[in-house]
């Protein structure tokens, strides 16, 4: 049986490291992704990895590891010294037949086919994920194509899963994620533990994003399994 796709939502909170990484991970582990990137994902993207994404002409190559702009890039840097390389792809416990490949749809594209329960995935991922698409999320505003492919899972009950990034927390921020929690979503926040032998930046971005994996029962070697 040929595996459903998955959604993967950028928008605009810190830590964009994560979703690059977890595009390449998905990608390897053979999901075509359903990619979309919030206005403020792409300013975040600029911002911390010096990654210019046209959201209107999007091209694959400018978001993948050793991608277009490497050279001198934030995210060559921050990939050099994470020690991740394009051919890094021994992520994965198991054999992989193809990889997946992407698929783009522009965050206020309501045409696209993540916006109707009857286009079935996998599951959707935001990461990382504000706390502005958080609390729109939570109160069905379903007014970009992020907020409103969310919704969608959580009316069919499919796996839903946020990573926000903010410290600290204020009461509403707290009360959202409860909330979308009591919905049937998983918040997993981008809170990587330093149990697990850290040397690198990799090791921390890899704890995070194999959390994420996890939660789909993609069986990776990203990180030492405690008692493993
Ligand atoms: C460089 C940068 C970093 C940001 N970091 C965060 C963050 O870590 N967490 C957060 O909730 N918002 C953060 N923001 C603010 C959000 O981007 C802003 O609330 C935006 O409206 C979110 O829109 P979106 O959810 O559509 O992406 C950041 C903004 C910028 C420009």
Redesign the pocket.
């Known amino acids: 049986m040929t595996k459903k796709p998955i959604i993967l939502a950028?928008?605009?909170?810190?830590?964009a490291i994560y979703a690059v990484r977890l595009l390449e991970v998905l990608l390897a582990a053979g999901y075509d992704v359903h990619l979309t990137i919030?206005?403020?994902?792409r300013?975040?993207l600029q911002?911390?990895l010096d990654v210019s994404v046209d959201l209107d002409d999007f091209q694959p190559n400018s978001l993948m590891l050793g991608g277009a702009d490497a050279g001198d890039s934030k995210l060559s840097m921050l990939r050099q010294s994470a020690g991740i390389s394009s051919e890094d792809s021994n992520v994965l416990a198991f054999e992989v037949g193809s990889p997946g490949k992407i698929h783009y749809h522009h965050?206020e594209d309501y045409m696209a086919p993540i916006a109707s329960g009857s286009f079935l995935t996998s599951g959707m991922i935001i990461c990382?994920?504000?706390?502005?698409?958080?609390a729109?999320i939570v109160n069905s505003l379903s007014d970009?194509l992020?907020h409103r492919a969310a919704h969608v899972h959580l009316k069919e009950r499919r796996k839903l899963v946020l990573v926000?990034?903010?410290?600290p927390l204020s009461s509403l921020?707290l009360d959202c994620m409860a909330r979308i929690s009591d919905a049937g979503a998983v918040v997993l926040p981008a809170a990587p533990g330093f149990y697990h032998g850290v040397k690198t930046i990799q090791d921390l971005v890899d704890f995070v994003v194999g959390r994420i994996c996890d939660q789909f029962e993609i069986e990776h070697t990203l990180v030492r399994r405690w008692g493993g």
Do not use: D, H, K
């Open positions: 950028i928008t605009g909170a810190s830590g919030s206005a403020a994902g300013l975040v911002q911390e965050f990382p994920c504000s706390s502005g698409s958080l729109g970009n992020i926000p990034r903010e410290t921020q």
